[in-house]
């Protein structure tokens, strides 16, 4: 009897298992879906030692860069904002008479990954050019003090302001300062900035066009927390366009980091981005500041990202559900970090002694995110978390264009780890059941997957059937005859089941 009983709560719990999930949607968005999103959504910050890696000078432009940049634009409607700067800005002197881009000399005391010394000469300025249409967010150095310090912020400011057409042109100040005088240095100097861009550029000053972004915090620090500063005053002058937040899941080498735990983990994202969230509020309520509010450098984990972790399929799932948690809550823009062999970056841009050049796993997750939000220019397009209860390893987003459901991402997060398992003998799926309301309209549904081979895979990935590999067409789409492209299924009875394999991902595309 005992024995019965537990059989058929066995067998009941299997079948709520497969059935946990039946998600009702509407056609019309809910309360608390997002404002229309901007556009360039998603966008990238470039470390400021690797950016001319990543874009070439004129005589050799990085085209393969520039096709993965272009095919988020294709998708998202809009090109992707890069911010250039990062740690290496803060290290950064300008040289008026040094021939070469970059001279960076390497203290593998402070990093492995990238120079502690560093040297530009205007032709690092080229880098500006080779990406047609782009919009720059330049990190000037205002970290570095005295002679040399003064300088180089003087030195930059019309190499920059001339390499940048008028609408192209927003500046960052440095990253991290941890000093009592600071609200009244950054005035100093931004107002110095302001003055040596009227002398050189002054068309930049009479469009309107310098905007500043506010300094970021990395959201340690006590004595200089960006609410204090905003209260003593920091945009006193009225410059600051946008308040610019920096974040990370954690570190490279923190011990207890892991795939499943830091990052293929909705609980975590919500709480990592929930941070940000409060700190908007407060900023509104307690200093009286309501600028947007973007994470202008983010990624995985700090410390350029653990290996097998920040390269993997895994860490591109989860790329897609903190972008789109953050596109849920409000998030301005999310400028994904890169660099010159880090183990986060979406792609390696040129062959190094560490790195061969490739699209890398989280490039698609980029991809998914473009797909899911769309042309940003077209419509307002805005974006619903659906709530699934207390999930770590599913979440679901849907988008709406003028207020219609249009789409529907799914992400399952369990980790299938396919050295262990085999790529698909014993990969489980999760199913999902989403009710349409009745009389929706909705024809058909064109489902496009983000897949690999498991969450540890780092190559074989694809988005829709379509790879985005740099040996292929130099990152441009190519569709592959060896995977499943888009699908299509009908509603029935105004329900649409859809399996998800453990570590993947969908975009339900409704047809009406
Ligand atoms: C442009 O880039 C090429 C390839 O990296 C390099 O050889 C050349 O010196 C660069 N030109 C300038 C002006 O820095
Ligand atoms: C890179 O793109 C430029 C501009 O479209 C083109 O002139 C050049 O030939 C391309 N270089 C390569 C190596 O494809
Ligand atoms: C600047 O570059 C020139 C030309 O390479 C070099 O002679 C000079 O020593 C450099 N200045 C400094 C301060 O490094
Ligand atoms: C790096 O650290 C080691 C060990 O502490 C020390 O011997 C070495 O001088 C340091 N190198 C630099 C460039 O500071
Ligand atoms: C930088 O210079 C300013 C103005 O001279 C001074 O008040 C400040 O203490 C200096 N900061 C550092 C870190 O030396
Ligand atoms: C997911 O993240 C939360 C918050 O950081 C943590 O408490 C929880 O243990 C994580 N879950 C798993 C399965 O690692
Ligand atoms: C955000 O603020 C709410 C309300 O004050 C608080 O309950 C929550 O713990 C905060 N979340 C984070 C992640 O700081
Ligand atoms: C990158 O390669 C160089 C040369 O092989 C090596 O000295 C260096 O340690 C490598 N860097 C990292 C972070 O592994
Ligand atoms: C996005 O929509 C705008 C406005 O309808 C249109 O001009 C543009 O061509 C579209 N972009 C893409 C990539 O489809
Ligand atoms: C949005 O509202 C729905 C109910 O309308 C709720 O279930 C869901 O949790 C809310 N989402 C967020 C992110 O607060
Ligand atoms: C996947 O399994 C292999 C074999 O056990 C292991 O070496 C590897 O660390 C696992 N990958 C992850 C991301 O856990
Ligand atoms: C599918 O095709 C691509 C491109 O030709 C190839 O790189 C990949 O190995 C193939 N995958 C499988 C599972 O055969």
Known sequence: MTQLLSAVLLACSLQLARAATPIQLSISPPSNASAPIRKSFVSFSIEFSSFPDFAGNNSHPNNFSYNLLNNLDGLQGSKPIIRVGGNTQDYATVNASQEAALIGSYDFNKSKDYPTTISIGPAYFESYNTWPGYEYIHGLNMGKNGTIGYQTLVQSIPLICKALPVDKLATSPTTELERICYVAEYIEKTRLIRDTVKLNCPEVIESGKLRYYSPSFAGTSNSLNIIKTFQVGLDEDGGIAFIDSHNYMGGATQPGVTLQKTLMNHTAVVLNVNKHLNESTLLKSLAGIDLPYLLGETNSLYNQGAPALSNSFGAALWGVDFNLYCAATGIARVHMHQGNNYRYAA????????????????????????????????????????????????????????????????????????????????????????????????????VSRLIANGSNAITGVTFGGVSYNYELNVGR?????????????????GSIEIDLPWSSAVILQLKY
């Open 347 to 446: 792609w390696q841009p040129v062959d190094t002694a560490n790195e061969t050049i490739g699209t890398k796993a989280p490039y698609y997750g980029n991809v998914m995110v473009a797909s899911f939000l769309g042309n940003l220019t077209a419509g307002n397009v805005s974006v619903a978390n659906i709530d699934l209860g207390n999930t770590i390893y599913e979440s679901a987003y849907a988008a709406y264009v003028d207020d219609r459901l249009e789409r529907i991402a799914l992400i399952h997060m369990q980790e299938y780890n396919y050295t262990v398992g085999g790529p698909n003998a014993g990969r489980q799926k999760a199913a999902f059941t989403l009710r349409l309301p009745v009389n929706s309209g909705v024809s058909a549904v064109d």
């Open 477 to 493: 789409p190519v569709k592959l005859a060896n995977t499943t492209a888009v699908e299509t299924i009908k509603p029935e009875d």
